[in-house]
């Protein structure tokens, strides 16, 4: 997803899930024909808020990064 | 190594390893194979150094969060500045514990100095209200005198910042 710029270990991976699981932003959900150790997870109502305000947080900054670069080389 | 990770799973609190014990142990033998099959002698050390120092750090995180009850109250990976959290509470956190810890030294100091210096170092009254003064309010009387100059000469970028409409169209 990152194209390697980003790897986690698993310590890392698992303590974010547990919080995020416990802050009730990710759901654990039953696939079919998955092995037993395997879980998946997806997001939930709250989390997809939360997500969608973050996005909106980092597009305004991104924006005025924009705003100023353009500002600087006019 | 599969082995070996599972063993390391017990620096964690019973309840998280047996909560995430099985998928945590899956997950890094998936990516265990992974480096294998791909990854040079290096990119394998990397991997065990990473996966290593994870368990520890997740480890104690979780002790921590067991301890206190606190799973979000300790942000520790979260030292920097956002929107909706402008002053880290892990920074008021730190900075209690070592200042607890310079208070502590000081008292210490005086005691050695009571039972075995000289009489006339003996004499010396209690010099903690002065460090006091000297170490904590004066340097944020300071700071906040200077702020309130470079505020006044417009210097701090707020009001540019204020000034920007990051709703208009991008030039």
Redesign the interface.
Known sequence: MSAGRVVLSTGTLYGALQRLLSQGWIERFEEDHTPRERRSYRLTAKGRRNLQAETDRMRHLTKLAGLRISCKEA | MVRAYRSLLYLYPAA?RL??G???????AR?QTEVRENGRFLTRAFFYA??F???????F??HLCNLFGL??WLPFRRFDMR?GFKFPRSTVFLMCLIFAGVVLAIEKAKDITVKYGPPHVRAVGNPLPLFLLLALVAPAVFVAATWGILFALRRTGMHRLSN?D?SGP??
Do not use: K, N, P
């Open positions: 998280c909560e995430f099985d998928e945590m142990t899956y997950v890094f990516a990473r996966e120092l994870g368990l520890l750090a997740g480890g995180t979780a799973d979000h929107s920007v990051a991008q030039r």
